[in-house]
Nanobody, 128 residues
Framework: QVQLVESGGGLVQAGGSLRLSCAASGRSFNSYAMGWFRQAPGKEREFVAAITWSGNTYYRDSVKGRFTISRDNAKNTVYLQMNSLEPEDTAVYYC??????????????????????WGQGTQVTVSS
């Protein structure tokens, strides 16, 4: 069992930055692929970024060059550094953990159903 707790959300002006954190409890954190998804009001949850146990990273096209996902296995934490934020980035951001064998490439990383555990979410609001 893995429990995930996100933090770091907030209100920021367009062009600003935020860093989200997702702290995981439980053993074998470094054997999980970790992902960030987001959900805006009235929209489906969508993939943002993922990082495999070996450090391979994947991003949705609209955040490439602006967002960076990273992990610190010693701290059981995954991060999402978000720069040059846009109003379209406004959403609740969720952290997910997937058994490593389920996420092995960009297409598999995008599938929310592949993730076994989810956090409660953190709100990110970008004002124009």
């Amino acid at each position: 069992q893995v429990q995930l707790v996100e933090s770091g959300g907030g209100l920021v002006q367009a062009g600003g930055s935020l860093r989200l954190s997702c702290a995981a409890s439980g053993r074998s954190f470094n054997s999980y692929a970790m992902g960030w998804f987001r959900q805006a009001p009235g929209k489906e949850r969508e993939f943002v970024a993922a990082i495999t146990w070996s450090g391979n990273t994947y991003y949705r096209d609209s955040v490439k060059g602006r967002f960076t996902i990273s992990r610190d296995n010693a701290k059981n934490t995954v991060y999402l550094q978000m720069n040059s934020l846009e109003p379209e980035d406004t959403a609740v951001y969720y952290c997910g953990a997937a058994i490593s064998s389920k996420v092995y490439g960009p297409n598999s990383a995008k599938g929310a159903s592949r993730y076994d555990y989810w956090g409660q979410g953190t709100q990110v609001t970008v004002s124009s």
